[in-house]
């Protein structure tokens, strides 16, 4: 079956540094890709959708400017939290559209 | 928007049935799912139904759907340790639409 894995799987990294997350669809082309968000205890949230070769579109008090997303080929999206801080701390995962939905494994964000 | 709602927690005896109820506001939605997260993990597409259906069932797992009262629900027979986990339920109005969630089921099994 279809596989998106993201990448890193988990992050630890210091308030105001970027991170970059990658999420790549191995074997089909994505045009589009969600990215969501699950604070601890709680639901995922749509954060932006991405689609290859144009901008993202955000949803509401999602700041794109801090929140940078590039799908810029048909198996690759990345989500870049630039001047993280520690209420960025969260679990990020992606899923592509196709026959069905494809979840990546997620990432882990850790901001001290 | 869609708006999606589903109890908070779930307690069963193993061995029991487990019901998870979850309601939805957009009659338009046309695929319903369900997704299955444990501890420390990502989430697991369980199973899912399109809104033309009543029900579906899968091996222990059985999902119905009441189209007129948007509710929808998930049935796991003789529910076991394993199957403890959170349990979301979701819509969306395509395959390659955005998906929104519930807030999860937690479900806890005691002996």
């Known amino acids: 079956g279809a596989v998106v894995s993201q990448h890193p799987s988990w992050v630890i990294c210091k308030s105001g540094t970027s991170v970059k997350i990658e999420c790549r669809s191995l074997d089909f082309q994505a045009t589009t890709m969600f990215w969501y968000r699950q604070f601890p205890k709680q639901s995922l949230m749509l954060m932006a959708t991405?689609?290859?070769?144009?901008?993202?579109?955000?949803e509401q008090g999602v700041e794109k400017d801090k929140f940078l997303i590039n799908h810029a080929s048909l198996t690759l999206s990345t989500l870049t939290v630039t001047s993280a801080h520690p209420e960025d701390s969260s679990f990020y995962i992606c899923?592509?559209?196709?026959?069905?939905?494809?979840f990546g494994p997620g990432t882990r964000l850790t901001v001290l | 928007g869609e708006d999606v709602e589903q109890s908070l927690f779930l307690s069963v005896r193993e061995g029991d049935s487990s019901v998870i109820n979850c309601t939805y506001t957009d009659s338009s939605s046309t695929y319903l799912y369900w997704y299955k997260q444990e501890p420390g993990a990502g989430l697991q597409l369980l199973t899912y139904?399109?809104?033309?259906?009543d029900m579906k069932q899968d091996q222990r797992l059985t999902v119905l759907l009441n189209k007129k009262d948007k509710h929808l629900s998930l049935r796991i027979a003789d529910t076991q340790t394993g199957d403890s986990a959170i349990y979301f339920c979701?819509?969306?109005?395509?395959?390659?639409?955005?998906?929104?969630f519930g807030s999860g089921t937690r479900l806890s099994i005691r002996p």
């Open positions: 899923i592509t559209d196709g026959d069905s939905q494809y």
């Open positions: 991405s689609n290859e070769g144009s901008k993202a579109t955000y």
């Open positions: 139904i399109f809104s033309n259906m």
């Open positions: 979701a819509a969306g109005y395509s395959s390659a639409s955005k998906i929104i």
